[in-house]
């Protein structure tokens, strides 16, 4: 499945980059992404479609929202 490419925003000196929620499958070329564009913490926004161990083991940390847009 093609994903869209991840789009980088900046506000004085914050800096976020909106990407895909990859699955398991997808994790290593994410974590890949993700270390080129130096995020050092990923804010998951909507239900966890991957196991965050391998990206924390990467030394980036992975938080979720606290609040989930998904319906109950």
Do not use: W
């Not at 000196?13 to 890949?32: G, Q, R, S, V, W």
């Not at 239900?47 to 924390?56: G, H, Q, R, S």
């Amino acid at each position: 499945m093609n994903r869209p490419a991840p789009v980088g925003i900046s506000y004085e000196n914050m800096h976020f980059l909106i990407t895909h929620n990859p699955t398991n499958a997808t994790l290593n070329k994410f974590t890949e992404e993700l270390k080129k564009y130096g995020v050092t913490t990923v804010v998951r926004v909507c239900d966890a479609t991957y196991d965050k161990a391998p990206v924390e083991k990467e030394g980036i940390h992975v938080l979720a929202c606290a609040e989930t847009y998904s319906q109950p």
